[in-house]
């Protein structure tokens, strides 16, 4: 299988707070891991490609230094979204990408909900 | 460039009724197409793919095949059920980067 993790599924935080989301390749190792973010009906927006070990690469109009990425091992990787905002609210999903090159499958993590106050 | 265009939704059907969600893209090189499935408040789940021209996904019995000369993915399920009732996502990957639709939403009604 391949399960990928994301916690915490749900959480509510005040303005101006920062926010942790990690997500977890539960069974496999992945090299790369993807960030998204989920507006209500729409689709999901790339933000960035975690690569472990290295510095994260993010989509254009996404900020770097509000949205940040590391992915320290080949399991984890986190995204803190610093100084919430309430327009930061959205739903934050996570995949993780088995192997090397190629058209592998990703596989996607349940989802965060950030809802800011 | 590489994109996805799905029909747009919602989708209401009865039970037992025949879907087809059409998708079509535009890419360079070779894609991988998939659909996923996102049940209310959820993350994505990978429904079917097709890596190849002429290959048909199937899973839950959805099916789509990859058909190069019309550039389409289109999903298709003979009898939906009430459980069906999601948002489907027609996607395709080059290299490690995924491109989305907009999401198709369905809702099966007894």
């Known amino acids: 299988g391949a399960v990928v993790s994301q916690h915490p599924s749900r959480v509510i935080c005040k303005s101006g707070t920062s926010v942790k989301i990690e997500c977890r390749s539960l069974d496999f190792q992945a090299t790369t891991m993807f960030w998204y973010r989920q507006f209500p009906k729409q689709s999901l927006m790339l933000m960035a490609t975690?690569?472990?070990?290295?510095?994260?690469?993010?989509e254009q109009g996404v900020e770097k230094d509000k949205f940040l990425i590391n992915h320290a091992s080949l399991t984890l990787s986190t995204l803190t979204v610093t100084s919430a905002h309430p327009e930061d609210s959205s739903f934050y999903i996570c995949?993780?990408?088995?192997?090397?090159?190629?058209?592998?499958?990703?596989?996607f993590g349940p989802g965060t909900r950030l809802l800011v106050l | 460039g590489n994109s996805v265009t799905q029909m747009e939704g919602p989708v209401t059907l009865s039970e037992e009724a025949f879907l087809t969600i059409n998708c079509t893209y535009t890419?360079?090189?070779?894609?991988?197409l998939f659909w996923y499935v996102q049940y209310p408040g959820e993350g994505l789940q990978l429904l079917l793919k097709a890596t190849k021209a002429d290959d048909k996904g199937s899973n839950k019995g959805f099916e789509a095949t990859y058909r190069k000369e019309t550039t389409s993915f289109h999903l298709e399920k003979g009898s939906v059920q009430v459980s069906d009732s999601a948002v489907y996502f027609c996607?395709?990957?080059?290299?490690?980067?995924?491109?989305f639709g907009t999401g198709t939403s369905l809702t099966v009604i007894p």
């Open positions: 995949s993780a990408a088995k192997g090397t090159g190629g058209s592998e499958t990703q596989y």
């Open positions: 975690s690569n472990e070990g290295s510095k994260a690469t993010y």
């Open positions: 890419a360079t090189g070779y894609p991988s």
């Open positions: 996607a395709l990957v080059t290299g490690n980067q995924f491109y």
